[in-house]
């Protein structure tokens, strides 16, 4: 990875769905080795700012910049540098976990190594089954491993620690400070703990969205 | 950029090939629908001779219908579409790759199968050639117009019936030149006028499509 | 130039315009539809060939233009909503939809009765008809796709490209069907080409086209404020507005 200081900017972001104000007002920034993590009760809008920052959705009102620059304005530079892992796992049901991996990984132009990563994840084993057959925990850990071998400076994750077990969250707490310690950013949206040391770590607490 | 249309061209059919059922199911369609047409209108020969060239080009829209219904969908929402839009590549030529995927896997077999049907209608045999051209002329611009249909549907559950109500009035031009085109074929005569301008639909769908169904998946994925 | 763009851009100005706007529409649109209905029905001779039957022609003729030229207003505002990111532009869409499809409808209804005593029959696969027909279906098919998509913003941006898709698509869909009715009919009386139009009968026709058009722009203002106030419904100025209102009732 290289060396180079990256950050993400929003400014007075509006969050509607519908009829209905999400949040309003946030502004915010991650710089490199940084960690935001996004929490709140359910439908605050966790999911919908994450979509949002990707530049998936568009917000209401406000801007969001990579490197100062507004994202839907550059796309390919902010998307060079980022991985997401949303709700769906991004896999196809009638490719292998291997297959899909490199898909991903040849989209990125990267020719990895990918057995390390499906060693760590524990997914050698049904590496090259389908991943309709996968249960619910290795289909999950299959969206994480394309994550992680991205080499994207950017992750964001929305509840990775969802179907994983005691060591899986361990392994990839491990994972998220390796990234964050060469200068990586991470955005997740969990409930529970991040895993991420304290001092590299934000918590946007976002108020509820029933009033 | 060419890479990558080729590896979600490479995917595509790769998943086409595990899935081959569902690659079956608008091709049985479209036999069935034609063999609907003798069984309505009844065997008279000269009668089956001069609906055949409509009647096939109808059924041929009607399969690609059916077959756009999933298009967009599955990807939609096993969240490989959000994986594209996310890529550094621009989203308009992945998807092309994938459109051109569905040309073919569900419209080419079409156009093979075609010659059977021009013999099922009583049509001459020397019919054949100018059938299958006017076919492999326009159901490039069906694939295309159908998938910014497919796109502004993909995140609609049932929207079959929606997606024929956008879509049929698109179609239009490319069923009249088509069939006329048929038609002129089968009476013998020269189907150059029509078949140019179905090639020019087809063109001009090519070019500007694409960036219409990049657009509509985006606000799909909103 | 910009703070004219500016102002016109938020609700509160842009449904202020709307409200001036409209009167001045809807009346001159009356009067000018008495005017034309007068000269068209009464003023104006019988045609030597068709009797009183071609008088249809003044309510025909405006729909007809008006069903195209509410297509392509709704398609320029769609295209301005997408690239500009303009809400306002979508609330000219969107209320430029039914106002096209009624006149569509009516640009039918009127072409088939007119068919009655020319040819006979009710419906003709006449060219000019079967475009109307299939313009009817990009109208119903804009609105039904609005009516799937639950949220309001998917459903502007998705209409939008459906109908920036259909308007680039007309031209084409015209060509086709002109070209269709050529083969079919070579010797199809085109109901529009009248060689030379006795002046009696054509100041009607313009005056009812120009009626049409300040009522179709009257209609859209008023579909205007409705989409702008059910937009802003949780707005305070909507809040003021509906006070003063219920105040002065």
Redesign the interface.
Known sequence: MDTASYRLEWRELALWRGDRCLQQSLTGRLEAGQALTVRGPNGCGKTTLLRTLCGLSQPETGEILWQGVAVHRNRPDFYAHLAYAGHTNGLKGDLSTRENLRFAAILRGRHTNQNELLHGLRLTACADLPTRNLSAGQKRRAALARVLGSGAQLWVLDEPFTNLDAAGIEWLGKRFNHHLSLGGLLMIAAHQASQVEPDRETILELPGGDT | MISAFLLVLRRELTVAVRRWSDLVMPLMFFIIVCTLFPLAVGQDIEMLNNIGPGAIWVAALLATLLSLNSLFRDDFEDGTLEQLALDKEPLSFMLLAKTIAHWLVTELPLVVLSPVLVLAFGMPVDAIPGLVLTLLAGTPALSLIGSVGAALTAGLRQASGLLALLLLPLTVPVLIFGARAADLAASGQSIAGPLYLLGGISVLALTLAPFATAAAVRVSLD | MWTWFHKLASPPHFYRTATVLEPWLFWPALILLGIGLYGGLIVAPADYMQGDGYRIIYVHVPSSYLSMFSYVTMAVASAIG?IW?MKLAFCVAVACAPIGAAFTFLSLVTGAIWGQPMWGTWWVWDPRLTSQL??F??Y??YM??RQ???????AD??SG??A???V??IP??H???E??NS?HQPASLSKLEAPSIAADMLWPLLVMILAYQLLMLALLMTGIRAQVLERE??ARWVGELIGREGRGA
Request: charged share 15%; hydrophobic share 65%.
């Open positions: 997408l990111r299939i313009l279906f990009l119903l098919g039904f796709l799937a998509l639950a949220e309001t913003r998917q941006r998705a490209v459906l920036v898709v259909g680039v698509n084409i869909i060509f086709s069907v070209w269709w083969l419904k949780n």
